[in-house]
């Protein structure tokens, strides 16, 4: 069965950084690429990134371009999000999203909840 | 970018009744590459659709997708006590940002 579970969600001032993980199990990790989806509260999905299975391609929206970092770690199963000069506006859960091709986002985890406030 | 937008905002059937959402893109989805999600409270989302007419593994024949470059629509043909949920259709061809519609909400009337 594949499970996504995030974790590192947490209270967070304006300004500061956070790093999520995604642990990934039950499907070979390092044939998908993966995504970040994030839900503001009372609002809609917002896709964020994209990296690739060998992390040789990755994207993002304009709303995290330069401030967030998606990266890989295939030998640990695992995705990360590296979260820097939050905003109130990052409060969010934010979701990793198995990326199945035509298949789309097939599979997400269960959310994590990061609030952006002083 | 591709801009999806969703209508109705709000649905509001009873149990047994036909539901029909629709979802227009800005332009045309590359080679149909259109999804639709059912999210429930304090879930995450689930894929029905992908394709814009493909049903994922284990989603009931009563939902249906059909639709191709700048319109699509999600049916759902009796409407089960279940299915009551907010809908959000995708883009996710070509290349990025792959946008989400604002979402549909299926509310018992």
């Known amino acids: 069965e594949v499970q996504l579970v995030e974790s590192g969600g947490h209270l967070v001032q304006p300004g500061g950084s956070l790093r999520l993980s995604c642990a990934a199990s039950g499907f070979i990790f390092s044939d998908f690429s993966m995504n970040w989806v994030r839900q503001a509260p009372g609002k809609g999905l917002e896709w964020l990134s994209y990296i690739s299975s060998r992390s040789s391609d990755i994207f993002y929206a304009d709303s995290v371009k330069g401030r967030f970092t998606i990266s890989r770690d295939n030998a640990k199963n695992s995705l990360f999000l590296q979260m820097n000069s939050l905003r109130v506006e990052d409060t969010a859960v934010y979701y990793c999203?198995?990326?199945?091709?035509?298949?789309?986002?097939?599979?997400w985890g269960q959310g994590s909840l990061v609030t952006v406030s002083s | 970018e591709i801009v999806l937008t969703q209508s109705p905002g709000t649905l509001s059937l009873s149990p047994g009744e036909r539901a029909t959402l629709s979802c227009r893109a800005s332009?045309?989805?590359?080679?149909?590459?259109l999804a639709w999600f059912q999210q429930k409270p304090g879930q995450a989302p689930r894929l029905l659709i992908y394709g814009a007419s493909i049903r994922a593994t284990g989603i009931p024949d009563r939902f249906s997708g059909s639709g191709s470059g700048t319109d699509f629509t999600l049916t759902i043909s009796r409407l089960e006590p279940e299915d009551f949920a907010v809908y959000y259709c995708q883009n996710y061809g070509g290349s990025p940002p792959w946008t989400f519609g604002q979402g549909t909400k299926v509310e018992i009337k």
């Open positions: 332009q045309s989805v590359s080679s149909n590459y």
């Open positions: 999203a198995r990326d199945n091709g035509y298949l789309s986002f097939d599979s």
